[in-house]
Each structure stands twice: as structure tokens, then as C-alpha cells.
């Protein structure tokens, strides 16, 4: 198990240009399984978790190739209709090629991907809706098969939840299905309205993505491949540089970052005592104080726009160093507090009760041994060995590595002392 080694106590300060989002590239690259060329993807961030969808479409048969932060995915070999369980197992997201699948080839197969560190993560909402779509669901043993006897035929489809992952797999369904398909309490999170736009770029029409109602026209038969799309700006690496920042008194400007996409967060900031501001439209700055007037801060997450689930770990990290009694609920995965133990055995007073954390602010953190047991909670870690005094040992970087790309090195520059090994 690899691991970071910081030695805290030292303020960020300097520009940082954030990377394409991970949860966007992710349904886009299975998105492509739709085209009948090649689809061009621009600012793709160097992550395992890519590398494992590039590994999931070639074995499907797609020729995918990467040079810099751009993609070719070429999904006119493709063959295959099961993602191997090797690959589902390593990650959830794998499945967002089933929808596709559905669409392109009549059926698609996976393992179940089962719980995680962060919750039980059901995969039911994807197999009700795609199956509201034409495909008949076969339960065999740990395989779940989808098998669509004739094309897909668009449907009025209601989530129980607003599920980010299963709006993302019936909008690709429903892309290639005949006729109209409306879904209903559909997530709003800005990766759904960048999956529509390349939808909408390979010919078919999409309305409403970003709201709750979406209503896709499919076009049975292959879509048009050739297009070139440009990734939108990952909202959680931007969050999780300004938190990061933010805790160490320091002051950063962040390129390809768009406030927008940050409700919550930046309100969250300035309650404390920092100062946020976009210099321009596609930058985010801010600028800490040395230390923080005493606050009481109270946020829950939510679907977007809610306060992101995927922040919560960072921003609970950063409230250890603001004085005063602060409230952090989870709303959207029911096992998300594991870490706060971790953080703890840093010195911070945080009492857990479920999915609320107390957090009693403005003490000292200490360094300490700690693990990353999922991918924020290894980002929540990062922040509060850089605000410690004295050596953190940050173990499993795999799994922070998921998620930020060279982030020794993107850290570093901002001036923190952060070694991977
Ligand atoms: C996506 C993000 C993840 C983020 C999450 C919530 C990607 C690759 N991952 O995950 O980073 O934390 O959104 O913003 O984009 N649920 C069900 N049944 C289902 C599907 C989901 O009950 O079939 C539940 C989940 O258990 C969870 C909630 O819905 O409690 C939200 O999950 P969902 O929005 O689906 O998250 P993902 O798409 O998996």
C-alpha cells in the first residue's frame, strides 16, 4: 500500500490549474460506445479511475487510445457485451456501460458491484429504469444479465432518488432507443448537463438536463460519432484545493474552476472568515486569514445543489481549524464518517452520531499514521496532515489516487512538503 508523507504547518499559496472532472469523463467515455466513428475527448485527467473505464471499453473491443489529456475512443470493434468482473469489481462506475450496451448490442452483462467503505450503493434505479426501456433483468447468481429482445422504447421513467449514476445510464439508454423517453426526478449535478451536450453533439435531442425533469428523443440505430467534446472542470478537485488551502491560512487562485458549480462551498468559506472570488469566469480565488474568528457552521449534504456528498469528508477536515462548535450531516450515502476516526487520532475533537459529525473547531492537529479508506476520506486526510504540525503518514494513496492526478507534485508547487511512496 503506497502512501503520502506531509509534513504540515505550511500555507498554499499560488495558482493551480484544476483538472477535467472525473465524474464527467466517466459516463462520457462510455457514452462514446453510442457512436458510429470515433469521439474525441479533450482534458481527460490522468486517473486509475479512467484508466480502468479505457480498460473496461477495450475489453468491450473498442480501440481507445490517449495522448496528453486527449482521448479517441473508437467504438465500431466493439463485440462484447459484459464487463469483466475484475474490472467491475475495482470500480462501481463500470456500469455505466450498460445502458449503452443495452442500446448498441440488445444486452450487457456485470457482476453486482456490492457495497463500498461509503454505503451499500444499491444498483436498483438503473436496472427499474432500464428496464422500463424494453430489457428483460436475469439474476444469476452474482451476474446480472439484460437482455432487450427487440430496440429499446423510450418511457416516462420516475427515480425514487435523484441517483447521479442512474440518470447518467438511462439518458444513454434512452439516446439509443426509439422514440421519447421523460425522466423524471432526475439528479440535476452539472456531469448530467455535460453527458447531455455530447449527446446532444452526436444528434440527439436532450432537454432539461440540469433540472429535474430530462426528456431525451432517442435515435435507434448508432449515433453520430466525430465529435470532439472538451470535459468540464472537476467542482470536487476545485473544492478540495480551496478547502485545502483554506486550512493552512493560505491564499490560491484556481484555474479551469467555475464557481457555479460550488453552491454551498463558498458560502461556507466567507461564513468562516475567508474571502472568495472569481478574477475571471473560469477561475476561483481565495484568500485565508491566518486564523479564524470563532463561527458555528451547520451543513448537510444533498443532491446537487445541495452541498456535494464528495466534499463532505474535505470541508469537515477544514472546520477542525475554524473555533466553535460546528454541525456536518450526510444525507446522500449513510456510512460516510468512517474517517472522522482518522482525523481524531490527529488531535481533532469531533464526536460522530450516525451520519452527523460534531465538530468542536479550533483546536491544534498533530501529525499521526492514518488511513485513506476511500477516496475523499484520503482527500480529507491530505487537508488535515497539511494544516498538522509534524509528519503525517497518509496511507492508501491507490485510492486518493483514483480520484487527483500527480497531486504530490500539484501540491507541491503550492508550497507544501508532501512526498508519495
Ligand atoms: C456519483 C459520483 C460520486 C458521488 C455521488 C453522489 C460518479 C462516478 N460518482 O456516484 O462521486 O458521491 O454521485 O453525488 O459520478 N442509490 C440507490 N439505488 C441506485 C443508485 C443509487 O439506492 O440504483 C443510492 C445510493 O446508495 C446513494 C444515493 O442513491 O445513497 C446516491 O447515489 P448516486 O447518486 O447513484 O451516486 P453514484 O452515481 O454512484
Not at 479511475?49 to 490517449?66: I, K, N, P, Q, T
Request: hydrophobic share 45%; with cysteine.
Amino acid at each position: 500500500m503506497g502512501e503520502f508523507v506531509v509534513q504540515g504547518g505550511r500555507r498554499l499559496a499560488g495558482t493551480l490549474r484544476v483538472n477535467g472532472a472525473k465524474n464527467a469523463v466517466l459516463p462520457l467515455m462510455a457514452a462514446s460506445l453510442l457512436a458510429d466513428r470515433p469521439v474525441f475527448l479533450e482534458g481527460v485527467p490522468d486517473l486509475t479511475d479512467v484508466e480502468v473505464m479505457v480498460a473496461v471499453l477495450r475489453a468491450l473491443g473498442a480501440v481507445v487510445e490517449r495522448d496528453g489529456d486527449a482521448l479517441t475512443i473508437d467504438p465500431r470493434p466493439v463485440q462484447g457485451y459484459a464487463v469483466p468482473a475484475e474490472l467491475m469489481q475495482r470500480m462501481r462506475a463500470s456500469m455505466f456501460v450498460l445502458g449503452p450496451l443495452l442500446a448498441r448490442m440488445g444486452r450487457a452483462e456485470m457482476v453486482q458491484p456490492g457495497g463500498c467503505a461509503i454505503g451499500e450503493r444499491p444498483v436498483d434505479l438503473h436496472l427499474h429504469g432500464l428496464a422500463a426501456l424494453g430489457a428483460r433483468v436475469e439474476e444469476d447468481g452474482p451476474v446480472t444479465r439484460l437482455v432487450a429482445e427487440r430496440p429499446l422504447r423510450g418511457a416516462d421513467i420516475h427515480l425514487a432518488y435523484p441517483s447521479v449514476g442512474a440518470t447518467e445510464n438511462l439518458m444513454m439508454a434512452a439516446a439509443g432507443a426509439q422514440g421519447e423517453t421523460h425522466i423524471q426526478n432526475a439528479a440535476q449535478e452539472p456531469e448530467i448537463v455535460d453527458l447531455a451536450v455530447l449527446l446532444s453533439e452526436m444528434g440527439v435531442t436532450v432537454r432539461g438536463a440540469g433540472t429535474p425533469l430530462i426528456r431525451v428523443v432517442g435515435r435507434a440505430g448508432p449515433l453520430s460519432g466525430g465529435v470532439r467534446h472538451a470535459v468540464i472542470p472537476d467542482r470536487i478537485e476545485a473544492g478540495t484545493f480551496l478547502l485545502a488551502a483554506a486550512a493552512t491560512g493560505g491564499e490560491v487562485v484556481l484555474d479551469n474552476a467555475l464557481a457555479v458549480h460550488l453552491p454551498g462551498l463558498l458560502e461556507v468559506l466567507r461564513e468562516a472568515g475567508a474571502e472568495v472570488w472569481s478574477p475571471r469566469p473560469d477561475a476561483v480565488a481565495l484568500a485565508a486569514p491566518e486564523t479564524y474568528p470563532p463561527a458555528r457552521i451547520t451543513v448537510q449534504t444533498g443532491p446537487y445543489p445541495g452541498f456535494a456528498t464528495d466534499l463532505q469528508s474535505p470541508l469537515t477536515a477544514f472546520l477542525t481549524r475554524v473555533p466553535g462548535m460546528h454541525t456536518v450531516v450526510e444525507r446522500v450515502f449513510e456510512n460516510r464518517m468512517g474517517y472522522v476516526r482518522e482525523l481524531v487520532r490527529m488531535g481533532a475533537q469531533i464526536g460522530v452520531d450516525r451520519r452527523v459529525a460534531t465538530v468542536h473547531g479550533g483546536t491544534p492537529l498533530h501529525g499521526a499514521t492514518v488511513v485513506a479508506r476511500d477516496l475523499r476520506a484520503g482527500a480529507a486526510l491530505i487537508i488535515a496532515a497539511l494544516a498538522a504540525e509534524g509528519e503525517t503518514v497518509v496511507q492508501g494513496a491507490e485510492l486518493i489516487e483514483r480520484g487527483y492526478e500527480r497531486l504530490a507534485d500539484r501540491l507541491g508547487a503550492l508550497g507544501a512538503r508532501i512526498a508519495r511512496r
